[in-house]
């Protein structure tokens, strides 16, 4: 067949029936490709000659998803997230993603491969072992996670389009939230208040504060205003993935950082008797690190050991579970603290803005649509106000 000027291209047929595409690139080096048949040909030439108008390196349309992946992780990633939401990214990159696409071209992906994806995701085992599928929360995330970087990729010019835009994603049900009765509450209330264990407490502090566990074992004493009766959180404790300078993974480590979110940086008030029973028990770790003597390694941690270190997070849940499993309550991990004393604070008739930000929810939609069920129906006595006040209207 009769050659393409070299400006626009050519594609020619091949002895085994494909087609050769050649086209020269931004730099006026000749470059190759094939196709399957001739509407094939044309369409790949079209997007070749597309890229080198728009001054785009063709030879980086060959880049392939996973290699893609590790450049984002790599040089956008690591820049605006913490070491918590970095180390998901991660796993979630090598976990799922790159054992699915193996060696698939960044520019061949499409819409129907990653909604294949999905339902994959949903219904294959999981790859950490643990029973049953993965979550639709959890897919949610590893799609908002694969949108963003196809949308670098889109904005580097390395795809014409994001193909994880129109995908139809697994419906997520809320999971029924675990709440304890209030005899459970009295029970482990009392329970950690009177244990042998000092550092028991933090679970009566968490249930009276709606404190999460990390903020919980980042709390220290300069963070307590006594005058003001207030909790400032605005740290957090945890074991995360270790990373080292070049973003490999290297076991994992404890990390001290930011709070979870900005909005999640607050000021909590506690009760005239939370600030007394925060004396009483500050005075029985003075007790401790006196006895300690020079061996006490001060860092200032509201709970610490007797020698004065931080609490390992999974040490903390194995008291808290201790707690539970005296107290008889069934089903109840440390987040139902959490739950438990914003159900309470609603139940007392407070008002959602304000437990929202009492919990650090970045938006009061989040705090609603989590505990909106627990709110009293006003609507027929709001309906009736609504009356007389239209009658007070006319009146005038």
Known sequence: MAKRPNG????????????????YDIYGERQTSTAKNLTEAKEKLKQHLSDVERGIDTNEGKMLLSDWMDTWLEDYARLVVGPSS????????????????????????????????????????????????LSANSIKKIHMQFKMLLNQALANGLIQRN??????????????????????????????????NRNAFGVYLCVSTGLRLGELLGL????????KKELNIRRTLGRRVA???????????I???????????????????????????????DSVRTIA???????????ASDLGKHFEPRHYEELFYGLVEQAEIEK?????????????????????????????????????????????????????????????????
């Open 8 to 23: 626009d291209g050519s594609i020619s047929k091949r002895g085994d029936g494909r087609y050769n595409i050649k086209w």
């Open 86 to 133: 970095y180390a998901n990214y991660y796993s979630n990159v090598n976990k799922h993603i790159k054992p699915f696409f193996g060696n698939i071209a960044l520019r061949d992906i499409t819409t129907y491969q990653i909604q294949k994806f999905y339902g994959h995701l949903a219904t294959a085992k999981r790859v950490d072992g643990r029973r049953g599928y």
């Open 163 to 196: 193909p994880a835009l129109n995908v139809k994603l697994p419906k997520i049900r809320p999971k029924e939230m675990r709440v304890l009765s209030m005899e459970e509450q009295h029970k482990i209330e009392s329970l950690a208040l009177n244990s042998e």
């Open 220 to 227: 220290q004493w300069k963070d307590v205003d006594w005058e």
């Open 243 to 253: 990373f080292t300078e070049d973003g490999k993974p290297k076991g994992t480590a």
């Open 255 to 285: 990390v001290i950082g930011d709070t979870k979110t900005f909005s999640s940086r607050r000021r909590v008030p506690v009760t005239a008797d939370m600030i007394e029973k925060l004396k009483r028990f500050k005075a029985k770790q």
């Open 293 to 303: 003597g020079e061996a006490y390694k001060n860092e200032d941690f509201v709970l």
């Open 332 to 396: 109840a991990n440390f987040h139902c603290l959490r739950h438990t004393f914003a159900t309470r604070c609603i139940e007392a008739g407070m008002d959602i803005y304000v437990v929202s930000k009492l919990l650090g929810h970045t938006n009061p939609t989040t705090t609603l649509n989590r505990y909106g069920h627990l709110l009293p129906d006003h609507r027929a006595a709001s309906i009736e106000k609504l009356e007389k006040y239209m009658s007070r209207q006319q009146e005038r």
